[in-house]
Nanobody, 126 residues
């Protein structure tokens, strides 16, 4: 299982970024996918999750209305569109996968995800 996240960078307060995560080595459509972030000195925080088919989506309250998660199973890629970014959104963003077969709900606890990518840094300047 390989998950490679990219698209991070430095952006000003109020700006936008789009993260992508390319998956390989497993049957992508059998997995729920999520974005999780970790700021310096803090634990991993669930940001957004999407089920295998893309019709169940959950967001952390802190990003609702600003972030949008989506997936393209044909391209084996999950995306995170981040708008109206704030300095408190600064963190390393990871994509993560959870085995979806037999599961309806998308986990909202970062610890429930089985596989993780290497992370991409997002820095929002004030």
């Amino acid at each position: 299982v390989q998950l490679q996240a990219f698209g991070g960078g430095l952006v000003q307060d109020g700006g936008s970024l789009r993260l992508s995560c390319a998956a390989s080595g497993f049957t992508f459509r059998n997995w729920h996918m999520a974005w999780v972030r970790q700021a310096p000195g803090k634990g991993r925080e669930f940001v957004a999750g999407i089920n295998w088919s893309g019709d169940r989506i959950v967001y952390a309250d802190s990003v609702k209305g600003r972030f949008t998660i989506s997936r393209d199973n044909a391209k084996r890629t999950v995306y995170l569109q981040m708008n109206n970014l704030r300095p408190e959104d600064s963190a390393v963003y990871y994509c993560a996968a959870d085995w979806a077969v037999g599961k309806i709900e998308v986990p909202t606890n970062a610890g429930q995800y089985d596989h993780w990518g290497q992370g991409t840094q997002v820095t929002v300047s004030s």
